[in-house]
């Protein structure tokens, strides 16, 4: 599947991938000052922004959505940077096709499996009164008992589009219905590896990349390093956007400087 990206910026091509529920958007800042040195691609994955809306979140099919994407955007092999789900769907890519991952920066998810609170928001969403002329207000309202915490209501309502004909703009229907999917991480062939640079990023305030992760990391990853950014939870470009930046900015120009448990 082709998918909608946007670029910024020109040079050698830096890949980002957005989280569950976000869009390319999301990156808008990062990108910006990325492209004063790269030409930066943003896709929406599938179901989510401006991409096509179809069954099936399996992180298989989304990695070969973004590499076939970006093969007839420019020439592989390409860095890719991805924050949680789009973490993943990085990982998966790299593992599957170690030639076309040239540097793998993983942004606050680690490919293990995760029990969160995403089946109970995107049943909120569904819950949201699209029949009637349904305010932002209204769907917040809705959404505010699964997600009491206003900044993310505020980022799923990007998805609402209020009126006379009140919609959701993601493929909602087809992300609830994959949550199994995006909760996992898929198994892998035998000896499965990315052995390129791989930078792991995570918040100090996010207990999505614990210590305990760290040997199936590794196991995947050999050269994997581990940079965790003070003050910062799960969304580590909105909460310390200039410390993130650096440790991108750092790691795909050279070496990372990073700790290694």
Not at 46 to 66: C, F, I, K, L, Q
Not at 122 to 128: E, F, H, P, R, Y
Not at 244 to 256: I, K, L, Q, R
């Amino acid at each position: 599947m082709i998918l909608h990206a946007t670029e910024m910026g020109s040079g050698p091509p830096l890949v980002l991938l957005h989280g569950l529920f976000g869009r390319s958007q999301n990156f808008g800042a990062l990108a910006r000052r990325l492209s004063a040195a790269w030409r930066v691609i943003s896709p929406d994955l599938r179901n989510h922004g401006e991409s096509p809306h179809t069954p099936g979140m399996s992180y298989a099919a989304m990695a070969e959505d973004v590499l076939e994407t970006v093969a007839a955007l420019t020439d592989l092999p390409v860095p890719l940077l991805g924050h949680s789900m789009g973490g993943k769907v990085a990982m998966l890519a790299a593992l599957t096709r170690p030639s076309a991952v040239s540097r793998l920066l993983v942004a606050d998810i680690a490919p293990i499996s995760y029990r969160h609170s995403n089946r109970a928001v995107a049943a909120s969403m569904l819950a949201v009164p699209l029949a009637a002329a349904c305010s932002r207000s209204q769907a917040d309202a809705v959404l505010a008992e699964a997600t009491p915490d206003p900044r993310v209501r505020a980022f799923l309502l990007q998805n609402f589009m209020p009126g006379a004909s009140p919609a959701w703009k993601i493929g909602l229907a087809h992300i609830a219905a994959g949550m199994a999917d995006i909760e996992g991480f898929p198994p892998l062939a035998t000896h499965a590896q990315y052995r390129g640079p791989t930078l792991f990023v995570r918040g100090s305030e996010s207990g999505y990349v614990k210590d305990a992760a760290w040997p199936v990391i590794r196991s995947l990853f050999p050269d994997a390093a581990l940079c965790t950014i003070e003050g910062a939870g799960h969304w580590l470009h909105a909460d310390q956007p200039d410390a993130f930046a650096g440790s991108v900015e750092t790691f795909f120009c050279d070496t990372p400087q990073a700790s290694r448990i």
